[in-house]
């Protein structure tokens, strides 16, 4: 079950360095932990078997995948910080040591939320793969949570996941691990809400799975009318959290969800994503108003995706999703596939530009960022992980964290939050202490703002913005009410 060549299967292009050193790093791990025995009375070398391999999964570089193997060594096998530097070398340490490090942070309870997530962020912020090394260790324990003994600490993992993990997960646009992780959590932080969630789902499939199938072979064959090489179909079931969510927001009235099951469709380029929209629509009626065309303006965290709703025309409505190949690898993967996406760029020093059009959001302005940096010459390696830097991470006295870019005040803030919120900004606090709305704010700030109905935007504010969020809002308002 546990045999290396699974991961290597799983890995793109590997170099021959690439194979000896995770096999290496397998054959130390199964030796280190030799012995010991997970709390699922499983061998605890399984643990960092999956954990590996969920990196491989991701789509991380080679580095990342030997450090899953070796995640535990230090904690948990006999092996101490010189030996591990004198088998894998500084990098790999590196990782090892910083994974281990933020093992120690618990979470206990909604007090410290807050505290925990500024301080996972301190520490992560020398390299996003120790973060992502996490995340996958996270992965399993999540999945195996059954096995553990005690009833406390199941729930304390499930909570600590949604509410420290998923939220993470999400701002690296990791969407695939999301669901993992908010399905494997639900059950025991909110056992009737999720066994709810089941009952309604597993009613409503009983109809819904025959029109599916029906609806899934006419989408197949109509798509074939395009021309279009290489398209592919699929369609996936919503995650029990993400439906129980929406189920609250429409009077937990299932009929009324119409993305229960989601038909995707992935071609090669942006265009035939328009072509595959058109050709759905000549054949089914979409119903108005839930077209959604997240390519031309992506979500908040570089989701992309055309999403359109249509009747079936034997009283089902479905919702079907059409995007490019690699625009659907990054909304599985995240970030994680721009690591290994950039791997390789590196690799064969391609002059060209990484593909497609720039998206929005701040994995494309590191990206830019990082083509900079390469392209004046500094060694890359040591500063692309480090994206952290580049933006500041603030919190909403309820905990939820908004990521600025560097230099941005309170004015940005409110903004992100909402334009209603930034139009009516009349104060703002910072660390619960009364602060100047052009305050350049700081990682780890907690900001509040305070509104009236009076208060409204003035032109001065346009010089205390950072992002052309709050710019274009600002510039809006005061074009709206000119002369006022
Ligand atoms: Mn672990």
Same mark, same amino acid.
């Given at each position: 079950m546990t045999d290396v060549n699974k991961i290597i299967e799983l890995?793109?292009? @590997?170099s021959k360095e690439d194979i000896v050193l995770i096999t290496k790093a397998y054959t130390f791990a199964k030796k280190a932990h030799e012995g010991t025995k997970r709390f699922t009375g499983e061998p605890y070398f399984t643990h960092a078997f999956e954990t590996a391999k969920n990196l491989a999964l991701f789509g991380v570089d080679s580095c990342s995948v030997t450090a899953g193997f070796l995640h535990d060594v230090l904690e948990d096998g006999d092996v101490n910080e010189e030996t591990l530097k004198k088998e894998f070398g500084e990098e790999i340490l590196f990782l090892v040591d910083g994974v281990t490090k933020l093992g120690t942070l618990k979470y206990r309870g909604t007090k410290r939320h807050v505290e925990s997530l500024r301080k996972l962020f301190i520490a992560t912020s020398h390299d996003v793969r120790v973060l992502i090394i996490k995340l996958a260790d996270r992965l399993h324990n999540i999945k195996t949570?059954?096995?553990? @003994?005690e009833k406390e600490k199941r729930e304390r993992i499930a909570l600590e996941t949604l509410e420290i993990f998923v939220p993470l997960v999400d701002r690296l646009g990791m969407g695939r691990l999301k669901q993992e992780m908010e399905d494997y959590a639900f059950p025991y932080i909110y056992p009737q809400k999720y066994q709810t969630a089941r009952k309604l789902f597993q009613q409503k499939n009983k109809g819904l799975s025959q029109h599916v199938q029906k609806f899934y072979l006419a989408l197949q064959n109509k798509l074939t009318?395009?021309? =279009?090489?290489d398209i592919k179909t699929s369609y996936r079931i919503k995650g029990m959290y993400s439906l129980y969510n929406k189920l609250l927001r429409y009077e937990?009235?299932? #009929?009324? !969800?119409?993305? =229960?099951v989601a038909f995707r469709v992935t071609v090669p380029t942006i265009e035939d994503c328009y072509q595959i929209l058109g050709i759905v629509h000549g054949a089914w009626k979409p119903l108005p108003?839930? !077209?959604? #065309?997240y390519i031309a303006i992506p979500k908040p965290n570089g989701y992309q995706s055309i999403h359109s709703t249509v009747f079936t025309g034997d009283g089902e409505i479905v919702e079907i999703q059409i995007r490019t190949r690699q625009i659907h690898r990054e909304a599985e993967y995240g970030i994680a596939s721009h690591l290994a996406y950039k791997e390789k760029y590196l690799k064969h020093s391609i002059k060209q530009p990484m593909t497609v059009k720039k998206q929005l959001g701040w994995i494309q302005e590191l990206l830019q960022w990082q083509k900079e940096v390469s392209e004046s010459g500094i060694f890359l390696k040591d500063l692309k992980m480090d994206f952290f830097k580049f933006r500041v991470f603030v919190f909403t006295p309820k905990g939820d964290v908004i990521d600025l870019p560097i230099g941005a005040t309170p004015i940005d803030f409110a903004y992100a939050i909402h334009s209603d919120i930034g139009n009516h900004t009349a104060e703002a606090k910072i660390n619960r202490k009364m602060a100047s709305l052009k305050t350049k704010l700081k990682s780890g700030d907690l900001v509040e703002i305070i509104t009236k109905k009076k208060a409204c935007p003035t032109r001065k504010w346009l010089d205390y913005t950072e992002t052309n969020l709050a710019y274009r809002q600002i510039h809006l308002y005061l074009q709206k009410n000119q002369g006022r």
């Open positions: 890995l793109h292009n @590997p949570l059954g096995g553990h @003994p009318e395009s021309g =279009i090489k937990m009235d299932i #009929d009324k !969800i119409y993305d =229960i108003g839930r !077209i959604k #065309d």
